[in-house]
């Protein structure tokens, strides 16, 4: 296998393992709020399930008695007048709901209640629209993806062309 064509496949690897990162968990913190019993952060993320939009909403309930999270917490979702039961997941609580288009979420309220043994807290966060006038989330990695595989066709073909040319005199 030649040099360029190992590096077109590391390319398309390497698009491969952004795809990931863009899906983790995570995302722009929506809401924060606090009481004498939880400190809680929650994140949205657009993301899609089963092919469609949806919005992956994460809950980081942290007990303010200890600096603990408390994944134990059990997690409420409204988006809208949607309620969604949160479940445990790495070291936040999640709920990955569908949207009817990508970034749908933004145009709705949000709503996230935990109750755990140390109490009970609920945050809002209002209707967010985008107001940085910047490109979709997703742009700049479908960009540099696209860039990888368009580089690595180039490369394949002119390789192709190369190795059927006939050996000159």
Do not use: C
């Not at 990931?20 to 929650?42: E, I, M, Q």
Request: proline letters at 7%.
């Amino acid at each position: 296998m030649g040099r360029l064509t190992r590096g077109a496949i590391a390319a398309v690897l390497t698009l491969l393992m952004l795809a990931g990162v863009v899906h983790a968990h995570g995302g722009r913190v929506v809401a924060t709020g606090s009481n004498d019993a939880y400190k809680l952060t929650v994140q949205a993320l657009d993301m899609r399930l089963n092919g469609q939009p949806a919005v992956d909403l994460t809950a980081y309930p942290v007990r303010r008695s200890n600096g603990a999270p408390d994944l134990d917490a059990d997690v409420t979702f409204k988006l809208g007048a949607r309620d969604v039961a949160g479940r445990r997941e790495a070291d936040g609580i999640t709920a990955e709901i569908p949207i009817e288009t990508t970034g749908a979420w933004r145009r709705e309220p949000i709503t996230v209640t935990a109750s755990g043994t140390a109490g009970t807290i609920t945050v809002h966060a209002a209707a967010l629209q985008r107001t940085d006038g910047g490109p979709p989330a997703a742009l700049i990695p479908t960009t540099v993806g696209a860039v990888l595989v368009l580089g690595a066709i180039v490369v394949i073909r002119r390789r192709s062309r190369e190795d059927a040319a006939p050996p000159t005199p």
